[in-house]
């Protein structure tokens, strides 16, 4: 199947992104929402991150503590690398298991860690990156989830810088302060029909007539 790697920093707009690409009829195969059924109660990763963190790492509800985690994630590379080395290969088999029952057009693969990652460029056909000013990145995750400067700024510098993420692009949707949601949404739409347009071709790019 044709497939995009949908990328960007904290707060750019991937989801919002992914979420009507899917209405569009996209296979959306979202890391980030894998990443969060493994960790809820009774999740593959729970034990997994038990015995890698001790206890105090899973909340009296049996999920993740997602606020003792990123505290000890994004203030000690070593912790971040152990997290990701439990979950990254849950969630690229959990990734391996939604693509072989992928249906639609074309495939939408979301993963905020896609360049740091180097694995994805050979995976898809097309690197798209939502693009946003850090400024912007910033107020959108206060207002979403209320975390302090300080701790979004430290997830910021733990994802590739936007120069790198914009020297991998196939394809950037631009979402910064000035784009407001219809404007996003209609430019979001004329890539959605660019790549129906480009599935639908065979795969050494010719269109054939009559
Ligand atoms: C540290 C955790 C528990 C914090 O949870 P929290 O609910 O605060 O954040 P959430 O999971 O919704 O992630 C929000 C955003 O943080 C960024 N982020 C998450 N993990 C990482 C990471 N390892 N490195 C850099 N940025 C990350 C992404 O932009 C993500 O979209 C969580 O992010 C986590 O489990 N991360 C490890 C899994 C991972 O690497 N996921 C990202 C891609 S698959
Ligand atoms: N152009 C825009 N205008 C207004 N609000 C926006 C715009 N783009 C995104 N948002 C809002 O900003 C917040 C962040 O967007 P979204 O959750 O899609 O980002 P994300 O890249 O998926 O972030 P994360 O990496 O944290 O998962 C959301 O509340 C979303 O509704």
């Excluded at 999740?43 to 963190?53: C, D, Q, S, V």
């Excluded at 912007?136 to 400067?149: D, F, H, M, P, Y």
Aim: hydrophobic fraction near 40%.
């Amino acid at each position: 199947m044709f497939s995009i790697g949908l990328t960007g920093g904290i707060g750019s707009g991937k989801s919002q992104v992914a979420d009507w690409l899917a209405a569009w009829g996209a296979a959306v195969i979202d890391t980030d929402r894998i990443a969060h059924a493994l960790t809820v109660p009774g999740g593959a990763a729970i034990e997994p991150l038990r015995a890698a963190f001790g206890a105090e790492a899973i909340g009296p509800d049996g999920a993740l503590d997602r606020a003792w985690m990123r505290t000890r994630a994004f203030g000690d590379p070593a912790a971040r690398r152990q997290l990701e080395s439990v979950l990254h290969p849950l969630i690229d088999r959990a990734v391996r298991d939604q693509a072989e029952r992928a249906e639609g057009p074309y495939g939408v693969y979301v993963v905020p860690l896609l360049v740091e990652s180097g694995r994805w460029r050979e995976r898809v056909d097309r690197i798209c990156v939502v693009d946003c000013d850090p400024e912007t990145q910033v107020r959108r995750v206060q207002a979403r989830s209320g975390l302090t400067r300080d701790t979004i700024e430290r997830i910021m510098s733990a994802q590739a810088s936007r120069a790198d993420r914009l020297a991998a692009a196939d394809d950037i949707i631009v979402n910064d302060d000035s784009t407001d949601l219809d404007t996003l949404r209609r430019r979001v739409f004329q890539l959605h029909q660019a790549w129906c347009d480009r599935a639908s071709r065979p795969a050494d790019g010719r269109t054939t007539h009559g």
